[in-house]
């Protein structure tokens, strides 16, 4: 089942030729960090006490490494995809717009990246 609309089946048309996509990529991303930000604001919170040896061994626990990862590339993608849309809102130069992607791009991946290797590093 698709999320386009019966006339841009039709057409195919549109700025972007995916903005229903985007949106409910969008969409998904913030169902999903609902849950995973509960449990985010409860790892915090447990951590808090115990400080940095709870917070290793928190992250050592199989469950918690997982759903660690899967907040943070959640956010991390939620992040890309608002900022996208930032910036094909308020940036109107060509060249300028497309190096932000880039930098928009590179930035998530970089901190994603780390991220996820400072989670498994933990955790193995």
Same mark, same amino acid.
């Given at each position: 089942?698709?999320?386009?609309?019966?006339?841009?089946?039709?057409?195919?048309?549109?700025?972007?030729?995916?903005?229903?996509?985007?949106?409910?990529?969008?969409?998904?991303?913030?169902?999903?960090? +609902?849950?995973?930000?509960?449990? *985010?604001? *409860?790892?915090?919170?447990?951590?808090?006490?115990?400080?940095?040896?709870?917070?290793?061994?928190?992250?050592?626990?199989?469950?918690?490494?997982?759903?660690? +990862?899967? *907040?943070?590339?959640?956010?991390?993608?939620?992040?890309?995809?608002?900022?996208?849309?930032?910036?094909?809102?308020?940036?109107?130069?060509?060249?300028?717009?497309?190096?932000?992607?880039?930098?928009?791009?590179? *930035?998530?991946?970089?901190?994603?990246?780390?991220?996820?290797?400072?989670?498994?590093?933990?955790?193995?």
């Amino acid at each position: 089942m698709s999320g386009r609309t019966p006339y841009s089946r039709v057409e195919g048309l549109g700025a972007s030729h995916s903005g229903t996509e985007h949106f409910w990529r969008e969409r998904a991303s913030a169902v999903a960090l +609902i849950p995973l930000t509960l449990w *985010f604001a *409860f790892a915090v919170l447990h951590v808090a006490r115990g400080g940095e040896d709870a917070a290793l061994a928190f992250l050592a626990q199989p469950l918690h490494a997982v759903l660690m +990862i899967l *907040f943070v590339v959640a956010t991390i993608m939620h992040m890309m995809m608002g900022i996208q849309v930032v910036i094909e809102d308020y940036v109107y130069v060509e060249g300028q717009k497309i190096t932000l992607f880039l930098l928009n791009r590179a *930035f998530g991946w970089l901190v994603g990246a780390l991220c996820v290797f400072a989670v498994l590093k933990i955790a193995l």
